[in-house]
T-cell receptor, first 110, second 113 residues
């Protein structure tokens, strides 16, 4: 399965959009991009996933580049409650061993 | 609201004890997983199960075993607890359907003294 690279940490002002990048240059054609977040002392929470097209749900938007080698998770109006570690992972529907790296620690500032 | 429930939020056990961590999901998911999470190491997969009575080793299975006698329940067993097994343990489940993501439990923080 492809590996991902994310920045270690980011800050974002409350109310502004938070844009979290992820590189997955070795992604293969049948691998999805998944995003999760983990608020301190809780289990990770699923946010969104996509294959080729951009996706949006009530939590976030996912923008995947045309070559699929990178993606960006967008939290349109970040709140203090969005402070968390965000994980980008890739895998196929049949993948059992998703690799969670150390993610991006997002701090939303008042 | 769908749930993955881990039986204990915090546990303290003694070295050498046999420890059982229980996980129950109410979503009729085929796949279940046990991870441990340590600072600086991210989440590491211990074992997973893709069906009742089926199990596969993950990346760090040594010192652990698992049991899945019913679809909704996946147990992690520390045969003889050691201090290096002090960690946060996370259970997750996932349907077998194409592309869908995990649902995680809240975690069990195990301290072995």
């Amino acid at each position: 399965d492809a590996k991902t690279t994310q920045p270690t940490s980011m800050d974002c002002a409350e109310g502004r959009a938070a844009n979290l990048p992820c590189n997955h240059s070795t992604i293969s054609g049948n691998e999805y991009v998944y995003w999760y977040r983990q608020i301190h002392s809780q289990g990770p929470q699923y946010i969104i996933h996509g294959l080729k097209n951009n996706e949006t749900n009530e939590m976030a938007s996912l923008i995947i580049t045309e070559d699929r080698k990178s993606s960006t998770l967008i939290l349109p109006h970040a709140t203090l409650r969005d402070t968390a570690v965000y994980y980008c992972i890739v895998g196929t529907s049949g993948t059992y061993k998703y690799i969670f790296g150390t993610g991006t620690r997002l701090k939303v500032l008042a | 609201d769908v749930k993955v429930t881990q039986s204990s939020r915090y546990l303290v056990k003694r070295t050498g004890e046999k420890v059982f961590l229980e996980c129950v999901q109410d979503m009729d998911h085929e796949n279940m997983f046990w991870y441990r999470q340590d600072p600086g190491l991210g989440l590491r997969l211990i074992y997973f199960s893709y069906d009742v009575k089926m199990k596969e080793k993950g990346d760090i299975p040594e010192g652990y075993s698992v049991s899945r006698e019913k679809k909704e329940r996946f147990s992690l067993i520390l045969e003889s607890a050691s201090t290096n097994q002090t960690s946060m343990y996370l259970c997750a489940s996932r349907p077998g359907t194409l592309g869908l993501g995990y649902t995680f439990g809240s975690g069990t923080r195990l301290t072995v003294v």
